[in-house]
């Protein structure tokens, strides 16, 4: 908890008030538009607004002031069930500022067992969902005849033998069948079990990734992995940024240029759980801010951007990943939504395929869901595209990440 004294306290009580002037909504018409006048005067109190910070603490508060996003066509109200999030997360935010606070970065995280979201109403906490339930078996309609022949078998053997029987004409035939042959290498040369030692990269790319890189391929998204460096980060401040390890992703999935989703992995076993798992996160989440606001700003050159923007992401750490999407309303709210482990046992495949494979699907569905929605974004004239420009460049920038501690080293002969 971030403490402070009264006259603090009252500071960031005021800080959470909304401001009283209301900014125009995009697009705005010569007919509605108001004199030179009322716009310096909104200006200037917008301006005020966006500058008041918490005295306990000496941060700025991006959540005061939100009219540069109304300007990029997003939402800056969050009601549930009757209940202001926003302002709910605005009070949060205040009292939680330290240095691996993603809340810092006005990200509301909204995963299970999230510090946040276990301080909201119970009815409200339940009732917030990334999005609508996916039906992939309406997507593809021989998925669930050959999940039945399949995976009606639990070993990999069998498993096997039950998929060489189906035609490599079927799309998700040729899917499975690619995460068969991973398999077999590790499963011929080692044995009933995953070697738990292997690296990152074959752990991830040659097992995981197989997953997510082959339901991209089957609805025709472009991937790629490993060292893929994040568009988000390299446009944040060199200076600052060079403390924080992670600037590249494990994989992506590109749209166009827009990197619609990136994954972080690490290796089956791994030492240090305590520390891992949790940084990995941290730079996860802060990557799909980075490249939120990226992709804003690509798309402000020429189009007024789609409502309800997302990114996706995953994390894998040891066997299990995690699914995760991350949006804007009036807050950047990191969600998850899926998760899966991948087998690791000859004898204990079938079932754990099944869902790795199910979940694949899933995520894939909605990310084409989100370029279909992208691609209804409306062109805009120049002067419009002026204006979203100077709304982007008001957004804030990720904080400075905490600095890595190193042992100093001793001279010789000295303590």
């Known amino acids: 908890m971030v403490g402070g004294s009264a006259n603090a306290g009252a500071k960031r009580k005021r800080a959470h008030q909304k401001p009283t002037q209301h900014p125009k909504e995009f697009p705005v018409t010569d007919e509605g538009a108001s004199s030179d006048t009322d716009s310096m005067t909104e200006d200037n109190e917008d301006t005020l607004a966006a500058n008041e910070y918490d005295e306990a603490t000496g941060l700025q508060d991006p959540t005061i002031n939100l009219s540069h996003f109304q300007v990029l066509n997003q939402e800056t109200s969050w009601m549930v069930n009757g209940v202001d999030v926003l302002e709910r997360f605005h009070i949060f935010r205040s009292d939680n500022l330290d240095e691996y606070s993603l809340a810092r970065d006005q990200i509301a995280d909204l995963r299970p067992e999230s510090k946040f979201k276990r301080s909201l109403p119970s009815h409200v906490a339940e009732a917030i969902s990334p999005s609508t339930p996916i039906h992939i078996q309406q997507m593809w309609p021989t998925l669930e005849p050959i999940f039945e022949r399949a995976f009606k078998y639990e070993s990999y053997d069998d498993v096997s033998s ?23 290498h590790y499963f011929k040369h080692c044995g009933e079990i995953i070697p738990q030692d292997l690296n990152e990269k ?16 089957v609805i025709g998204i472009e991937s790629r992995s490993f060292e893929v460096l994040l568009v988000g980060v390299r446009e944040r401040n060199p200076i600052s940024e060079t403390k924080e390890m992670g600037q590249v992703a494990d994989g992506i999935a590109l749209h166009g240029k827009d990197q619609l989703f990136l994954a972080g992995a690490s290796c089956l076993s791994q030492p240090n759980v305590d520390n891992k798992q949790w940084q990995d996160e941290f730079k996860l989440a802060r990557a799909m801010r980075g490249s939120w606001v990226s992709q804003i700003k690509s798309t402000c050159h020429e189009a007024i951007p789609c409502r309800g923007m997302a990114v996706f992401g995953s994390y894998s750490y040891k066997d299990e990943t995690r699914f995760w ?32 494979l199910s979940s694949s699907l899933r995520l894939v569905a909605r990310l084409q869901q989100e370029i279909e929605n992208r691609k209804n974004v409306v062109p805009a004239p120049y002067e419009d595209c002026v204006r979203m420009a100077e709304a982007v460049g008001k957004i804030e920038m990720t904080t400075d990440v905490p600095k890595r501690h190193r042992k100093k080293r001793c001279s010789s002969g000295s303590e």
């Open 162 to 184: 039950a998929l060489f029987e189906e035609s490599l004409k079927d799309p998700i035939v040729r899917y499975i069948s690619s995460i068969i042959t991973s398999y077999e």
């Open 202 to 217: 074959d752990a991830f790319v040659h097992l995981t990734w197989s997953f997510i890189r082959g339901a991209m391929t």
């Open 325 to 356: 999407k991350m949006d804007f309303q009036g807050a950047f709210r990191l969600q998850e939504f899926d998760l899966f482990s991948i087998p690791t046992t000859k004898a204990n495949f079938g079932t754990k395929m099944k869902r790795a």
